[in-house]
């Protein structure tokens, strides 16, 4: 059984910046396909980045393109998204997804509030 555990959000303001990481449990951890998604109050859940075990190709969201940076730690089973120039809104609760071998695992999300 897979678990992701999302930390680091908070309420931040705009311009600011924060790290959210996500804790993956299971030694098959580094070859997920793992991304972020996140979702916004009365919209629905919409991808932000995603990272390939593979290619290491990191495709993002047009709205969060060259604000957010996502990596991961193989070693420690983690994946970041490091979010910079934070606007209003980015307020959203932001999920952890892992898929392997067809299977999509989700984390129960960190809510992230940019306000003044």
């Known amino acids: 059984q897979v678990q992701l555990v999302e930390s680091g959000g908070g309420l931040v303001q705009p311009g600011g910046s924060l790290t959210l990481s996500c804790a993956a449990s299971g030694t098959a951890a580094r070859s997920f396909v793992m991304s972020w998604y996140r979702q916004r109050p009365e919209k629905e859940r919409e991808f932000v980045a995603s990272i390939s075990p593979i290619t290491g190709q990191t495709p993002y969201a047009n709205s969060v393109k060259g604000r957010f940076t996502i990596s991961r730690d193989n070693d420690k089973n983690t994946l970041f998204l490091q979010m910079n120039n934070l606007a209003p809104e980015d307020t959203a609760v932001y999920y952890c997804?892992?898929?392997?071998?067809?299977?999509?695992?989700w984390g129960k999300g960190v809510l992230v509030t940019v306000s003044s």
């Open positions: 997804k892992a898929i392997l071998g067809g299977t999509v695992y």
